[in-house]
């Protein structure tokens, strides 16, 4: 393989989502042994994934950032305190939007939501699923790949865990929430939009619009 191979643990409600383990397959259907790189604020997370097969090492990346959803926050300090190489995620909407981030930090391609690896050449679906595309990828790249697609890695390794605290980048990402809150809003990036018309009567009752919870 002619990079590093780094896989991030996919998280859920403060712990490591089974699909990690999927991650690991597809790394190996890349061409190399993976990195398995834990986002956490408690490192002992990364004691669950230790059997994990298939895994060079262990990295349980600490910071207060991964506790909350701001995308920016996570993409710097994984950017900090992981080596360069090829990125696996899980093509979750949270990862996806990590993934794109971090690639552009590093100035490398991002692929998302890939189906198929052989090789270096990554299928992936389009037109709403209706065609799929494959690509071929030469260097460094993000990728993000869909769950239930490859095969579990097994559970008969042993791999030690190091500890990165990235705690540091929690600065940068608040800065960088601060710096969009007093910016224009984009109505085209919100999640979620509300819309009052002439049926709440008048503005006062424009309070009564809740965004769903």
């Known amino acids: 393989m002619m990079t590093n191979m780094i896989v991030i643990a996919e998280l859920s409600k403060g712990s ?13 259907a890349y061409g190399g042994e ?10 002992s997370i990364a004691n669950s994934v230790q059997s994990l097969s298939g895994v060079s090492k262990i990295i349980a990346v600490k910071s ?12 710097s300090a994984l950017d ?3 080596p360069s190489g090829t990125v696996l995620c899980l093509a979750t909407t949270r990862s996806k939007d990590v993934a794109a981030r971090l ?24 037109y709403s699923g209706k065609a799929n595309q494959t690509v071929s990828v030469s260097g460094e790249a993000v990728i993000t790949v869909r ?17 990165v605290d990235a705690s540091g980048d929690v600065k940068t990402a608040v800065q960088e929430i601060l710096q969009r809150a ?4 984009d109505v085209s990036e919100a999640n979620i939009v509300i819309s009052g018309g002439r049926g709440t009567g008048s ?6 619009l809740n965004a769903p919870s």
């Open 203 to 208: 503005p006062a009752n424009c309070l009564m």
């Open 147 to 163: 769950a239930n697609v490859f095969d579990s890695a097994g559970s008969d390794g042993s791999c030690d865990v190091s500890v």
């Open 182 to 185: 007093n910016t224009r809003l």
């Open 34 to 43: 993976p990195t398995l790189v834990v986002p956490c604020t408690d490192a």
């Open 103 to 126: 690639a552009a930090r590093r100035n490398i391609s991002v692929v998302q939501d890939v189906t198929g690896i052989d090789g270096t050449n990554l299928t992936s679906p389009i």
């Open 16 to 28: 490591i989502h089974p699909s990690t383990a999927e991650l690991v397959t597809a790394a190996h």
């Open 64 to 75: 207060d950032v991964f506790g909350g959803s701001d995308s920016s926050g996570w993409a």
């Open 80 to 82: 900090s305190a992981i």
